[in-house]
């Protein structure tokens, strides 16, 4: 949610403030400003509401002058989306950009209001930039300023801020929000995350909570200096980034989502081999620094990685015996749960920045329990407070519907079941490396689905109008459907549902008629029969059915349903029920994204949506 950028360079820096921005974009957000110091002495800025074109056509025909500027991309939370309300914030004195959240904003308010401050926007930063302004007036330098007014302010945030008559100083803060500096010798930048960076910098350096970072460039030198929460100058490590243009560009692609998808046989294969070895099947750091000692497993999530913790629930009861706990983390944190000291916590989140994630694990660190974080972003919030990280090895995923890391977390998930299973010795030696072997060969069979996405483009175009859809499954496969229909309602702006096929006839059946597309997940498994009942009940009450099975399992459909046809029998290559889903993941990606696709909806910013949910 919201995107920060800023940059102190010895040439004018508007242009790459904006193609910073463009970078930032897949955070999502509703407006977008930048601010410079032109002539080195006052801020400018222009600012947009909608998408960053507007901004960008502003700025061409209004341009902005000035070595120094920071940017954002607005997601909004205090204010309506207008131009008044996005950022940067700025009067004569300060200019400030701001991700996060003033808690006593109002409050502040008030007090500023009777001190004579005059608020030009409804947003909770503009007290930021007053308290500031204030400080400056009665004296305080820019650096003290800001170290007296993060005093002040409670929540969580991240914050940069440029000065009138301060040609080379950019003030950058974290409390709560990540953000990390760029490095050059002769220039600074400070983003959201090293994407917006990538271009121009190799050496990074990440702030810490409560971290204040001067940034000044002087007669062509940089220096940065860093204090921390007391005050206190402290070194933070400069660390060299593998976040490239390339690793973050479309390709052929039409879309980040599409490129993201067909990523997902080297992006499972990457994880799986990162915690496994091939030839012995031994397990890697971290997976043998897990605690052994532990009654029972609870994993908190919010959104796509709560469905993948929901598959985990299945396999670990399933083959490792393990009673297993899954937690939606706004839920969990605000509920009395109990800790009993016997449970290991598993958070999964693939921006490692979810705040009710991340603030559910500092609830569980409180009772002293053992956590561990399945992330993407190693540098995250989440990950820097866990007991033991987990990345999922997918790089960085730009689209904002999670799909590659998804199945990564799967991945792991399934890992981390075998892992389990071998320690406990629940499961037969043989029946393992049975499972093994299906996980180390599942992004082959995933790339052999790959081949064939033209039957997904064509069941769109019977489903891209409809209004609502159903998506049922059993077992390991019910929460794909949830993840599945929770992928269509995001892209396609379609209400789509998630149901176990055996709740069916306790209340959706009665939505069903013609003009219902129903989307079943049938793998010939152990329940297969089962859900081929449900399929027979709905087709004779006129549903579209769509189902994915294995050719067995089709031929046995087109045996039992001779005469009412499914809209479609689309036959995934065959695999055992521990990794189908893996695999069944994949179709229902492909039927989101061509859905969308046919839609015309914005696929890799769907409206309202951010990739990282860094407030409630
Ligand atoms: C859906 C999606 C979201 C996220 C959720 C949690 O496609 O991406 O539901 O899964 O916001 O985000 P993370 O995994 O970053 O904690």
Redesign the pocket.
């Known amino acids: 949610m919201c995107g920060i950028i800023g940059i102190i360079s010895q040439t004018n820096v508007s242009e790459r403030l904006l193609d910073g921005l463009k970078r930032l974009e897949y955070r999502g957000y509703d407006s977008a400003g930048i601010a410079t110091l032109f002539d080195g002495h006052s801020i400018d800025r222009r600012r947009a509401e909608g998408k960053l074109e507007n901004l960008i056509a502003l700025v061409g025909r209004n341009p902005l002058e000035g070595t120094i500027g920071i940017g954002h991309t607005r997601w909004a939370t205090h204010g309506h989306v207008t131009e008044n309300n996005a950022h940067p914030m700025a009067n004569t004195i300060v200019s400030v950009v701001h991700n996060g959240i003033i808690e006593n904003f109002a409050t502040l308010k008030e007090a500023l209001q009777a001190k004579g401050c005059v608020f030009t926007s409804d947003t909770d930063t503009e007290v930021v930039m007053h308290l500031v302004s204030e400080a400056i007036k009665e004296g305080f330098s820019p650096l003290a300023a800001v170290q007296h007014t993060l005093t002040i302010v409670k929540g969580a945030f991240a914050l940069a801020f440029i000065f009138s008559d301060h040609p080379d100083l950019l003030i950058a803060a974290r409390k709560g929000s990540p953000l990390v500096l760029g490095i050059t010798e002769n220039e600074l930048f400070v983003g959201s995350d090293a994407i917006a960076l990538a271009p121009w910098v190799r050496t990074v350096c990440y702030l810490e909570e409560g971290d204040i970072a001067a940034l000044t460039v002087k007669d062509g030198k940089s220096n940065v200096i860093i204090l921390n929460e007391s005050g206190a100058t402290v070194q933070r490590p400069f660390r060299q980034t593998n976040i490239t243009t390339d690793s973050i560009s479309k390709g052929d692609y039409t879309h980040y989502m599409l490129k993201e998808i067909f990523e997902q046989p080297q992006t499972i294969s990457d994880t799986v081999q990162s915690l496994i070895s091939l030839e012995d099947t031994s397990f890697h750091a971290p997976l043998l620094a897990i605690p052994t000692t532990f009654d029972h497993i609870r994993i908190i999530?919010?959104?796509?990685?709560?469905y993948a913790g929901y598959v985990a629930k299945y396999w670990f009861e399933k083959w490792a015996h393990i009673r297993t706990e899954v937690e939606i983390a706004s839920e969990f944190r605000y509920r009395s749960p109990v800790f009993d000291g016997k449970t290991l916590n598993i958070f999964?989140?693939?921006?490692?920045?979810?705040i009710d994630?991340l603030s559910a694990l500092l609830l569980v660190k409180s009772k002293n329990e053992p956590t561990i974080a399945i992330v993407?972003v190693p540098e995250s919030s989440?990950a820097r407070e866990a007991d033991l990280v987990i990345q999922t090895m997918v790089g960085p995923e730009i689209g904002?519907?999670?799909?590659k890391?998804?199945t990564a977390q799967l991945a792991i998930l399934a890992t981390l079941c075998l892992k389990f299973a071998k320690d406990k010795q629940t499961i037969a030696p043989d029946e393992w490396k049975h499972y093994f072997e299906s996980l180390i060969h599942i992004p082959s069979v995933i790339s052999e689905l790959l081949r064939n996405d033209d039957v997904y483009q064509q069941l769109a175009t019977h489903i891209y109008h409809v209004q609502h859809a159903l998506y049922l499954g059993r077992g390991l496969n019910f929460p794909i459907a949830l993840e599945g229909a929770?992928?269509l309602k995001?892209i396609s702006y379609i209400h789509a549902e998630g149901y176990p096929a055996g709740e069916l006839k306790h209340g959706p059946i009665a939505l069903i008629d013609h003009t219902m597309p129903v989307i079943v997940l049938a793998p010939d498994d152990e329940w297969f029969d089962k859900t081929l009942s449900n399929i027979q009940e709905i087709l004779v009450r006129g549903a579209k059915v769509i189902v994915f099975t294995s050719k067995e399992g089709a031929d046995k459909i087109a045996k039992q349903t001779k005469g009412i046809p499914c809209l479609g029998v689309v036959i995934l290559p065959k695999t055992n029920s521990f990794t189908t889903p893996l695999l069944y993941t994949v179709p229902l990606q492909l039927l989101a994204y061509y859905t969308a696709y046919a839609k015309g909806t914005d696929v890799d910013q769907p409206r309202n949506?951010a990739?990282?949910?860094t407030v409630e």
């Not at 999530?301 to 709560?306: E, L, Y």
């Not at 904002?400 to 799909?403: E, Q």
């Open positions: 999530a919010c959104g796509t990685s709560f999964i989140s693939q921006s490692g920045e979810t994630t993407n989440i904002v519907a999670s799909t890391a998804f929770l992928k995001e949506l990739k990282s949910v």
